[in-house]
């Protein structure tokens, strides 16, 4: 009997928690996930429609590739920076007003970013909205999982992700759109109305939570790291940039690695001395949850950093229009979106290492096949590569969440998935970095092997010049001297378009390369039946 009444109390206990959590009103929990789910999408959409937008933008502000990259750069980095603090700062403050707050600064960078006029405004612009974004997903999974019990948080979850894969899949698409038909300022702008509608929606329907149990803010750490990352960057962007002309042994370039190191050094210090760190790298001593994550940084490096390649050899080697380019891209999110519940199913019922390997070898495989385009490529075939790429997404992302939290205490998880956003953002920053910096090296690289091919003087020269003297005379009529200069600007043209083409195949390459090392990490991770084996034991 005494069991029986201390279990009565304690689920009375229970209740009277959730409830002061929980309105009465059963609606209330599905308008807060209305309201967040218009957030995610939005953060999420601006990390893929700016791809489409790029070419337009270089153009608009006549740079090149080594300065923009800094406007999807900027953006990754400001959300890193934002994802590990959010939730303390909610905790102090309180999750509806920091929300608040999040959709506010991403409504106000969105608007700058449409009002730029150079290049150096709209990094800027994008630094502001990154911190919304960076605020907004964290803080919106949080909200979900406090409004939701128990038994209705996957659906709520399901319904959330919802939005962030159909964000991937309708941002080129969209983008694409706005570009070409208004221009490539109103990609930002449309984020305008949508922000304010979705602040009025916070302020009416989220109620306020603020916990009382808060940890002191970890500054060395939060400063260490933000030091560490935007330096790093810098340093592997400017390394091959057009205006650095002593390369990698520039002295800027070598002090900007040395005060990353220095600040790596300390926060990695500090982050296992500290007694309230700002991410718990402890945790990246579980065996499974570590390695899982080191396939998820080397995931992100190859996939989010070869994203932005395909739409510039698209619109600038094919002459895809921003919408065309914007639309291949649609299958990609529609067929992960598929293919993620179904082998969540299956991993339950076989080793959840299975599809992950599979993924792995056709995520590298697609960017394999991408390393062979060129300016006669078809559409089919660029689809068949893209097609793969949603496939192997789709079975790649839930068993490694599985795997990754498979023998973590409950209450670390909120910690462990700080650290997994954290470290997607870190991946992809430094991948962007990385395969822009391989990019200019390589259209470099080519252009002078293709360049030092053509022997002038040779008599194989002189008569690919005279064919195509007589046919611009024949075909646009003019003076002989006249056709030739145009013949010799259509073969540098020509000359310069195939280094471009080649340089972004060895990205891809690159890419592909770099996906098939995840698949050492993979092979060493404990199955679930291996766990369960060793628990048994």
């Not at 303390?88 to 991403?106: C, E, N, S, T, V």
């Not at 060895?506 to 770099?514: P, Q, V």
Request: with cysteine; glycine share 8%; net charge positive.
């Amino acid at each position: 009997m005494r069991k029986v009444s201390v279990s009565h109390k304690i689920r009375r206990k229970v209740r009277n928690r959730d409830s002061k959590f929980h309105p009465q009103n059963d609606l209330y929990k599905w308008f807060v996930l209305g309201n967040v789910m218009i957030g995610t999408f939005m953060a999420v959409l601006d990390t893929t429609i700016v791809n489409v937008g790029l070419p337009k933008i270089m153009s608009s502000f006549g740079v090149g590739l080594d300065k923009i990259e800094w406007v999807i750069t900027a953006y990754m980095l400001a959300m890193a920076a934002m994802l590990p603090t959010s939730g303390w700062i909610a905790d102090k403050f309180g999750f509806k007003r920091i929300y608040f707050l999040g959709l506010l600064f991403f409504t106000i960078g969105s608007l700058l970013c449409g009002l730029s006029n150079d290049e150096n405004t709209l990094i800027l612009s994008r630094i502001i909205q990154g911190l919304g974004a960076g605020t907004i997903q964290p803080l919106g999974m949080a909200i979900i999982t406090r409004e939701f019990p128990v038994k209705q948080r996957g659906i709520a979850i399901g319904f959330w992700s919802i939005a962030a894969a159909a964000s991937v899949s309708f941002g080129p698409l969209i983008g694409g759109y706005l570009v070409d038909n208004f221009s490539w300022q109103l990609i930002f702008d449309v984020n305008v109305p949508v922000g304010i509608v979705a602040m009025l929606f916070t302020i009416i329907i989220q109620k306020e939570y603020i916990n009382k149990k808060i940890k002191d803010f970890d500054f060395i750490g939060f400063i260490s790291v933000i030091i560490f990352l935007p330096v790093l960057l810098y340093a592997l962007s400017e390394g091959n940039a057009a205006t650095n002309s002593e390369g990698w042994a520039a002295p800027y370039i070598l002090a900007c690695f040395a005060i990353s190191a220095i600040a790596l050094a300390v926060f990695i210090t500090h982050e296992l001395t500290t007694k309230h760190p700002l991410i718990e790298l402890r945790l990246l001593t579980n065996y499974n949850f570590g390695f899982c994550n080191l396939v998820l940084f080397v995931f992100s490096m190859g996939m989010f950093g070869s994203t932005f390649l395909l739409p510039l050899y698209l619109q600038n080697s094919l002459g895809y229009t921003a919408v065309q380019s914007g639309a291949v891209f649609l299958p990609v999110g529609i067929i992960q979106g598929f293919m993620s519940p179904i082998t969540g199913i299956l991993s339950t019922k076989i080793n959840p290492k299975s599809p992950m390997i599979l993924g792995i070898l056709l995520l590298a495989f697609s960017f394999y096949l991408n390393s062979n385009l060129s300016f006669l490529t078809e559409h089919h075939f660029i689809m068949t590569s893209l097609y793969i790429r949603g496939f192997a997404m789709g079975i790649i992302f839930t068993p490694l969440s599985t795997l990754s939290l498979l023998t973590l205490p409950r209450e670390k998880m909120a910690q462990a998935s700080a650290i997994t956003n954290t470290i997607r953002q870190i991946g992809g920053s430094i991948g962007v970095a990385v395969f822009t910096t391989m990019l200019t090296a390589r259209v470099n690289f080519h252009s002078q092997i293709f360049g030092n091919a053509i022997q002038s003087g040779t008599q194989d020269f002189r008569n690919v010049i005279a064919n195509m003297t007589y046919q611009i005379q024949a075909h646009a009529g003019g003076s002989i001297a006249t056709a030739m200069k145009q013949g010799q600007s259509l073969l540098i043209s020509n000359i310069s378009k195939q280094a471009y083409i080649q340089g972004i195949d060895d990205d891809f390459l690159i890419a592909a390369l770099i996906t098939i090392l995840a698949l050492i990490p993979t092979l060493i991770l404990q199955s679930k039946k291996k766990t369960e084996t060793i628990t048994n034991a």
